[in-house]
């Protein structure tokens, strides 16, 4: 039995406290280090003599990253606990972007990101494990949160990035002084979290049950549809991510401009986030997931007609790439009956997602390349979208994956 002192309640609310700004500061790091890259393409293609277009697949790196190490992460947090995993991945993810802004070779930029997309894989796996174990009765307002910081945060770093690399004064070494500020929390969010984590000993993700039936996801139909969906909107949203700056310099913004025109898809994608939740009470909900998508395509072809207009078409796809998002991970709860055979869509879906999504942000810069303009690239990304919109109409339905029936 344990015993009540006075003090008690007052060290578990600073303790609870303690661990709910840990969690935060871990959500602000995990979108940053990839978020600012986008911004700077152009200048760092200038400094490495290379073309943007070249270093379009820069972006897919920590994409191809996720694939391979998602799967991996389980094991890993079984064996060493998640708390232990968790802080190592957050140094190694403060190393690869250290590692990213050295100068010298370009080897160096293309190595450190692979670290770091090899830390964000492990983080973005254990982290709902975490708020689960620490939060468990605050599960959906923890979720939110963290999806909300994570988001918003992504969104600053694309609006702050080219400012800090100005400020520099130096084109050389400015834009590795803004990609090494994206990590401007991480010294601090690491001290946090291995303070929050002391004494917790080696706490680890328990197996789940049912694990042998979950094998047969890879076999499942529906289990692959689900991935196909996530995997669209991923390709969608990384495209535009790392392309929607140089895209509206072509209009004649300035980098800064273009810079904020990035941001404000990414916290539109946030409100969209959110309202996913609402949707899916109506009595129309199975017709969301395809729904989603049309503002995608929408907001597309008036990039092709009227350019001129991209902040606004930004909003709007900002808008639905966020939703997607939300309405993925929803259906990897949804399309699941009990918590192995979700536990197994999620690592199934995400990571076939995930190296679909790498081919995304390359392709787009490759026919940028070979058109010189926007046009072929706006419609392979309305193409992608289209297939969501497709598979929507089949992940909407009320089915389970491992169903048997």
């Not at 160096?108 to 620490?134: C, E, F, H, Q």
Request: glycine share 12%; proline share 5%.
């Amino acid at each position: 039995m344990s015993i009540q002192t006075p003090g008690g309640r007052p060290h578990r609310r600073g303790r609870a406290l303690l661990l709910l700004i840990a969690v935060a500061l871990v959500a602000a790091n995990m979108r940053a280090t990839i978020t600012g890259v986008g911004p700077l393409l152009e200048e760092i293609a200038d400094d490495l003599g290379t073309t943007a277009a070249a270093l379009g697949s820069l972006a897919a790196v920590p994409l191809l990253a996720w694939a391979i190490v998602s799967p991996l992460t389980h094991g890993l947090s079984r064996r060493f606990g998640m708390s232990r995993v968790l802080l190592v991945a957050l140094i190694a993810l403060g190393a690869g972007t250290a590692w990213r802004s050295l100068p010298g070779t370009e080897v160096n930029l293309w190595l450190g990101t692979g670290l770091i997309g090899a830390s964000l894989a492990v983080a973005n796996v254990i982290m709902p494990a975490v708020i689960k174990r620490d939060f468990p009765g605050r599960v959906p307002v923890m979720m939110g949160m963290y999806t909300a910081l994570l988001g918003g945060v992504g969104a600053i770093a694309s609006a702050v990035v080219v400012p800090i690399s100005h400020a520099v004064g130096d084109p050389d070494a400015g834009w590795r002084v803004a990609l090494a500020a994206t990590a401007a929390l991480l010294p601090l969010t690491i001290a946090l979290w291995a303070w929050a984590q002391h004494g917790r000993g080696p706490t680890t993700a328990a197996p789940a049950p049912g694990t042998s039936r979950s094998t047969g996801i890879w076999r499942d139909r529906l289990a692959w549809q689900i991935a196909a969906y996530m995997g669209a909107q991923s390709a969608s949203f990384y495209m535009l991510v790392t392309w929607m700056a140089p895209l509206a310099a072509s209009t004649g913004k300035s980098p800064v401009a273009a810079g904020v025109d990035v941001a404000l898809y990414q916290i539109l994608g946030v409100v969209g986030s959110f309202a996913v939740a609402f949707a899916l009470q109506g009595r129309l909900r199975r017709a969301v997931p395809a729904a989603l998508p049309l503002l995608a395509i929408a907001a597309a072809i008036g990039m092709i007609l009227a350019p001129q207009l991209l902040t606004a078409w930004a909003l709007i796809s900002g808008l639905s790439a966020g939703a997607s998002l939300s309405m993925s991970l929803t259906l990897m709860a949804q399309r699941a009956r009990d918590a192995a055979a979700s536990s197994a869509l999620s690592g199934m879906s995400q990571s076939v997602g995930y190296l679909l999504a790498a081919a995304g942000p390359i392709s787009f810069g490759a026919l940028h390349a070979l058109d010189g303009g926007w046009t072929a690239p706006l419609l392979l990304y309305i193409a992608v979208v289209v297939g969501q919109c497709v598979v929507g109409v089949s992940v909407g339905r009320d089915r389970y994956v491992l169903d048997g029936r």
